[in-house]
């Protein structure tokens, strides 16, 4: 999550912001100087006359964007500290750790802000004792005030352009709170942004990756705190990708993470209902809305939806796979030799599936042991031999496909482990001791 914000984020708000001319001289915000300007302006606004004037509220915008950027002007993410120097001279103090991991994290001390490295580069910044804690809300508020003063609105190109500059700014907060695990006040940074996109000014602008790293964090922190309001917000903000398609099926799937942690295994399902209406041949949405009926114990709707799926696309294998699935979940015997024929067209479309073939030999395991259980309790010894007869098919049948399946499956460990052991119970009771022995063997590797 983080190297993805850094990534993508830094990539297109923040490097830009910084690139300049290295012979160009640099002039930093003096602090002392900062908070005498923002005690007159704020002296400004109380004043009937001033505070009545679009341009005191303006500057007072401006001076907070400039609260915001004391210490933090000429930095960017992933600088060295030799650089961090260059610009703001030898720190006060040097902090050094070793990290658990290996990583050397040095922390440079001045006055008014604390810049943490790791292994050299740049992840974070700590203000110390800042002129106001959330400048940049101070910032917006000011100049929505302007903008309520200026009737006329000979200031909305000045304010627009103070706005995005606003935006980049909080894209840049919310990446360092991110980094100090302060996911609330990263959150209300990309949150600021929406709410600038929502004005007039931009016409309802979307950045959709905004909105996508605010699901992520609402639902980080929802999984913190066990707050549904923010799995119910998380949604919000992922619904408003998927009304744009953005994201494809996996913003569905997202949604679907956030209502199975509230426990709404419905609103689960209607979403992924959606999905499917938009996304009808992709195997991850009709496996989820497959899987949502099986926990819902809906068998019946779940058998007469991939019925729907599979007459609208009788080409995809896993469809018939997880109808195979649907159908063993049913207590009627006849089912199961439904299942064993979806299986087998699911193997037969593609054979390479080594879940099919898993989920195949393991069926014929259950009756085959079924037959033996049943020929142990039986005193007829005519029906007794017969019924040893259909265990030794049953097992029989089950040896090649669950080989196939082991031999198919490098992605999944513990369903290799479980193959096997079905295949040394098989083994045993067939007194095959060379097999035996071999995934024995193989089990002991795993």
């Given at each position: 999550?983080?190297?993805?914000?850094?990534?993508?984020?830094?990539?297109?708000?923040?490097?830009?912001?910084?690139?300049?001319?290295?012979?160009?001289?640099?002039?930093?915000?003096?602090?002392?100087?900062?908070?005498?300007?923002?005690?007159?302006?704020?002296?400004?606004?109380?004043?009937?006359?001033?505070?009545?004037?679009?341009?005191?509220?303006?500057?007072?915008?401006?001076?907070?964007?400039?609260?915001?950027?004391?210490?933090?002007?000429?930095?960017?993410?992933?600088?060295?500290?030799?650089?961090?120097?260059?610009?703001?001279?030898?720190?006060?103090?040097?902090?050094?750790?070793?990290?658990?991991?290996?990583?050397?994290?040095?922390?440079?001390?001045?006055?008014?802000?604390?810049?943490?490295?790791?292994?050299?580069?740049?992840?974070?910044?700590?203000?110390?004792?800042?002129?106001?804690?959330?400048?940049?809300?101070?910032?917006?508020?000011?100049?929505?005030?302007?903008?309520?003063?200026?009737?006329?609105?000979?200031?909305?190109?000045?304010?627009?352009?103070?706005?995005?500059?606003?935006?980049?700014?909080?894209?840049?907060?919310?990446?360092?709170?991110?980094?100090?695990?302060?996911?609330?006040?990263?959150?209300?940074?990309?949150?600021?942004?929406?709410?600038?996109?929502?004005?007039?000014?931009?016409?309802?602008?979307?950045?959709?990756?905004?909105?996508?790293?605010?699901?992520?964090?609402?639902?980080?922190?929802?999984?913190?705190?066990?707050?549904?309001?923010?799995y119910k917000k998380a949604i919000e903000y992922y619904q408003q990708?998927?009304?744009?398609?953005?994201?494809?099926?996996?913003?569905?799937?997202?949604?679907?993470?956030?209502?199975?942690?509230?426990?709404?295994?419905?609103?689960?399902?209607?979403?992924?209902?959606?999905?499917?209406?938009?996304?009808?041949?992709?195997?991850?949405?009709?496996?989820?809305?497959?899987?949502?009926?099986?926990?819902?114990?809906?068998?019946?709707?779940?058998?007469?939806?991939?019925?729907?799926?599979?007459?609208?696309?009788?080409?995809?294998?896993?469809?018939?796979?997880?109808?195979?699935?649907?159908?063993?979940?049913?207590?009627?015997?006849?089912?199961?030799?439904?299942?064993?024929?979806?299986?087998?067209?699911?193997?037969?479309?593609?054979?390479?599936?080594?879940?099919?073939?898993?989920?195949?030999?393991?069926?014929?395991?259950?009756?085959?042991?079924?037959?033996?259980?049943?020929?142990?309790?039986?005193?007829?010894?005519?029906?007794?031999?017969?019924?040893?007869?259909?265990?030794?098919?049953?097992?029989?049948?089950?040896?090649?496909?669950?080989?196939?399946?082991?031999?198919?499956?490098?992605?999944?460990?513990?369903?290799?482990?479980?193959?096997?052991?079905?295949?040394?119970?098989?083994?045993?009771?067939?007194?095959?001791?060379?097999?035996?022995?071999?995934?024995?063997?193989?089990?002991?590797?795993?």
């Amino acid at each position: 999550m983080r190297k993805l914000i850094t990534l993508v984020i830094i990539a297109t708000a923040v490097i830009g912001m910084y690139a300049q001319d290295m012979g160009t001289t640099v002039v930093l915000l003096n602090p002392t100087t900062v908070k005498k300007k923002v005690d007159k302006v704020n002296e400004d606004i109380q004043d009937p006359k001033k505070g009545a004037k679009a341009i005191t509220w303006l500057k007072r915008g401006e001076l907070y964007q400039d609260v915001f950027n004391i210490g933090v002007e000429q930095v960017s993410e992933g600088m060295d500290s030799h650089m961090l120097t260059l610009f703001y001279k030898d720190p006060t103090s040097i902090e050094t750790e070793n990290m658990e991991d290996g990583s050397l994290k040095e922390t440079y001390i001045y006055e008014n802000t604390k810049y943490v490295f790791v292994n050299g580069s740049l992840q974070s910044w700590e203000k110390i004792n800042p002129i106001h804690e959330n400048p940049l809300r101070v910032a917006i508020d000011s100049y929505v005030k302007a903008r309520d003063l200026d009737t006329k609105g000979s200031l909305d190109s000045k304010i627009k352009d103070n706005l995005i500059e606003v935006k980049s700014l909080l894209k840049r907060d919310g990446v360092n709170k991110y980094y100090t695990d302060d996911y609330e006040g990263a959150l209300a940074s990309f949150e600021d942004v929406l709410e600038i996109n929502n004005m007039d000014l931009f016409a309802g602008e979307m950045d959709t990756l905004m909105i996508q790293y605010s699901g992520i964090i609402a639902r980080e922190i929802a999984g913190k705190t066990s707050d549904n309001e923010l799995y119910k917000k998380a949604i919000e903000y992922y619904q408003q990708l998927a009304d744009v398609d953005f994201g494809g099926p996996n913003t569905y799937l997202q949604m679907k993470l956030d209502y199975m942690a509230m426990g709404d295994t419905l609103g689960a399902l209607e979403c992924l209902k959606e999905a499917y209406q938009k996304y009808p041949d992709t195997v991850n949405v009709i496996a989820n809305v497959a899987n949502t009926y099986i926990e819902l114990k809906q068998i019946d709707e779940g058998i007469a939806f991939m019925e729907s799926v599979i007459a609208n696309n009788p080409n995809i294998p896993e469809s018939y796979y997880w109808q195979g699935r649907m159908m063993i979940n049913k207590e009627d015997v006849e089912y199961i030799d439904k299942a064993i024929a979806s299986y087998n067209k699911a193997g037969e479309l593609d054979p390479s599936i080594y879940y099919v073939w898993y989920d195949l030999g393991y069926i014929y395991y259950l009756q085959g042991a079924d037959f033996y259980d049943r020929s142990n309790e039986e005193k007829d010894d005519a029906t007794r031999e017969r019924l040893m007869e259909l265990g030794k098919e049953k097992y029989t049948a089950a040896i090649p496909v669950l080989e196939k399946a082991y031999k198919l499956n490098d992605e999944n460990a513990t369903v290799s482990y479980e193959t096997l052991d079905l295949l040394q119970r098989i083994y045993y009771k067939e007194q095959m001791t060379d097999e035996y022995e071999r995934v024995k063997d193989l089990k002991a590797t795993l």
